[in-house]
């Protein structure tokens, strides 16, 4: 991990943010938030078996687009969408990518050259391997 990725990681600790795992009736969520509060950064969003996620970004403006998306020396391309506050963009749960990222926790995003991080911490991983063992069936 890089000395920013590692500085991200402690500041996010030390503000309230945590990843949260929803699951039960609806769309299994994974939201990287501050609980009870409105504040996310990212939220994975997918019906269970689906083999779809969709991720919601925050804080990066919401700019459309074709989408870089980078994860463990692995690329892909997707479409970005501008909603409201937030891009989203659909990922495969069976691409390359979307399986390192669940091995590292790690993933970049970039969309008309504006690049968002996001870091799942070690101590989070087991959600984001939970989300995607449901997600993908």
């Known amino acids: 991990m890089s000395f920013l990725a590692t500085a991200f990681a402690v500041l996010a600790l030390q503000t309230g943010w945590t990843w949260t795992l929803y699951e039960g009736e609806g769309p299994l969520v994974l939201a990287h938030e501050v609980p009870d509060t409105p504040r996310l950064r990212a939220v994975l969003e997918c019906e269970p078996g689906a083999g779809v996620a969709r991720l919601n970004l925050y804080g990066g403006g919401a700019s459309?687009?074709?989408?870089?998306?980078?994860?463990?020396?692995?690329?892909?391309?997707?479409?970005?969408?501008?909603?409201a506050d937030h891009r989203s963009l659909a990922m495969r749960a069976d691409h390359p990518v979307f399986?390192?990222?669940v091995l590292t926790g790690q993933l970049a995003v970039t969309v008309a050259g504006r690049s968002q991080e996001v870091i799942v911490e070690a101590a989070h991983l087991a959600k984001l391997r939970r989300f995607a063992e449901l997600c993908g069936g």
């Open 64 to 83: 459309g687009g074709i989408a870089t998306v980078v994860s463990g020396g692995t690329t892909a391309q997707t479409e970005s969408v501008g909603v």
């Open 99 to 101: 399986g390192q990222f």
